[in-house]
């Protein structure tokens, strides 16, 4: 894309008599809570620009941020100009500490990469000031995200109870519906299933005998036995096994945490998790398993070739989608599976932990004069339309308006979406909800596809999962240290007894070991950060 040189010129002069009625003043310096100098509603914010200091990240192929067309119309609409310190993305963190270091603070940060530990810690000491206020008083869009999701409002409040950043995000679906609550999709071999003449499997002993018959009676037809029953990759975020263990009375998600009844639960000490063991073992000594399951936990290549040997020989995969497992010429063979019954008659699954926002994507500082203008400029990128351009790119390059909705023009020739979004969107700040992509944003055909998907599971999710929750420095330092040594060596020991069996002798041994390396203590502080979650209001 040619770099833009038309460079609007806007004086403060035009607006001015519009609405402030030719008053005036000399310059910018706008005094905290003087409301005469800029409009409390309505556009322009100021009648004479204003200038902020803003630093950002940027992506390597993004120009100048005062060259997008998105910024430009912003400054057109507002008459606040950015000084941008625009830093290259990767050396973004390192710079952004020094600044804070230095003391030598701009007015915000934007796209801000704020830790929770950087909001904590600059909110304590003052370095960043606490926006409630702002909100309330001149970021009516903000506001407005909170009240409708007041889930969000509870994901951005400190442990103090206040607020110090913005959010940033787009909600794929939402709540157990989002298109991530259940990353384990199981597929199996319909063609195969067919030419058996078996029926998709409902139950894991269904499961247990179409694989029996997968490996023994030669579906592919080539006279070998070179079937692979299943392959899955252990503890891969969306390739592990974790959610067939819930056909025990509890899935088992990466983390190995779920909620219950707002209780923090571990799953690796429960009897449910005991049982598939035992159960999904035994299925590893029959040879129905693919070993290398276990084996290739830091590749995932070695499973998407699984699906593309020359001969058909993958009976079933857990993968995000199929296709990228066995490729567009076969991915008509596999459908997926829905949740399993257990020998009990036990089907549940796990709703996986963790947000669809960030939070520290938008601090004030301290040095800042003019907090009621910079609240009212970040405000403008919480319009839901304005968020789908500054996360996409702007109507007019990005998008074009049918009924009003936003929908996508067709990409400049040669362009991938990737990188043209990265030269037209700064995607800095802002929330499209799950209710913006109904209303007024084309969501991507292939999320479309997934969030579809993910219906056929959500009857039998968890009721409650954990959000990205906001734990102090403390606790982020002792709960990592602690999760560190728990997941090798739950993880370690979960592969082993998979592969080998052994859990019953070692089960007594297991738990104590949990023990001494500080499970208690580590639910508890999950358990104290969650609690403080729901208390927030
Ligand atoms: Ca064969």
Request: glycine content about 8%.
């Amino acid at each position: 894309m040619k770099k833009r040189v038309l460079s609007i010129i806007f004086t403060g002069i035009i607006v001015s008599s519009t609405f402030l009625g030719g008053c005036s003043t000399k310059e910018s310096n706008v005094s905290k809570s003087d409301v005469s100098k800029f409009n409390v509603t309505g556009l322009p914010i100021v009648k004479q620009k204003v200038t902020l200091k803003v630093v950002s990240p940027k992506a390597p192929l993004a120009p100048s941020y005062n060259e997008m067309t998105i910024f430009k119309k912003l400054e057109e609409q507002t008459n606040v100009h950015i000084d941008w310190n625009n830093i290259p993305d990767t050396d973004y963190q390192e710079k952004k500490n020094l600044l804070l270091a230095s003391g030598d603070l701009p007015d915000a940060f934007y796209n801000a990469g704020f830790s929770d530990y950087d909001l904590v810690k600059y909110s304590q000491d003052g370095t960043i000031i606490p926006l409630d206020d702002l909100i309330d008083k001149y970021m009516p869009n903000v506001k407005k995200l909170l009240e409708k999701k007041p889930e969000i409002k509870k994901f951005i409040t400190s442990p103090d109870g206040k607020i110090y950043s913005l959010p940033i995000g787009e909600e794929m679906g939402s709540g157990q519906g989002a298109i991530g609550s259940n990353p384990y999709f199981f597929f199996i071999n319909k063609k195969w299933l067919d030419k058996l003449g078996m029926k998709i499997p409902t139950t894991l002993d269904e499961l247990h005998d179409v694989l029996v018959a997968f490996k023994e009676k030669d579906p592919n037809g080539n006279g070998k036995k070179d079937e692979n029953p299943m392959s899955f990759i252990h503890m891969w975020w969306c390739a592990d096994i974790g959610n067939l263990f819930g056909g025990f009375g509890m899935a088992d998600p990466n983390d190995h945490l779920i909620v219950r009844d707002g209780k923090v639960i571990y799953t690796a000490v429960r009897e449910e998790y005991k049982e598939a063991i035992q159960y999904f073992s035994k299925w590893v000594q029959e040879g129905l398993i693919d070993k290398e399951s276990f084996t290739l936990t830091k590749d995932p290549n070695a499973l998407f070739a699984k699906g593309k040997t020359s001969e058909q020989t993958l009976g079933s995969f857990i993968w995000w989608e199929e296709t990228e497992i066995v490729g567009p010429e076969r991915e008509k063979d596999y459908v997926l599976v829905g949740p399993l019954k257990g020998p009990k008659g036990e089907q549940k699954i796990a709703w996986s932990n963790g947000s669809q926002w960030g939070r520290g994507a938008f601090v004030i500082t301290k040095a800042n004069k003019n907090p009621e203008i910079t609240a009212r400029w970040i405000d403008q990128q919480f319009e839901p339309k304005m968020t789908a351009q500054i996360h996409w790119g702007p109507i007019g390059e990005v998008y074009e308006e049918k009924d009003g909705k936003l929908v996508n023009k067709p990409l400049p020739e040669g362009v991938a979406m990737g990188e043209f979004r990265q030269k037209v969107a700064p995607n800095g700040a802002g929330v499209v909800t799950a209710e913006d992509f109904e209303k007024i944003v084309d969501m991507e055909p292939r999320a479309k596809v997934r969030i579809d998907r993910v219906k056929l599971f959500t009857p039998y999710m968890e009721k409650e999962h954990l959000p990205s929750l906001f734990y102090t420095p403390e606790e982020v330092e002792r709960r990592n240290q602690i999760e560190t040594e728990l997941g090798e060596y739950v993880n370690k020991k979960r592969a082993q007894w998979l592969m080998n069996g052994g859990i019953e002798g070692e089960w007594d041994k297991y738990l104590s070991d949990l023990k001494k390396i500080g499970i208690d203590e580590y639910i508890k502080i999950t358990q104290a950060a969650y609690d403080r979650y729901n208390s927030n209001k």
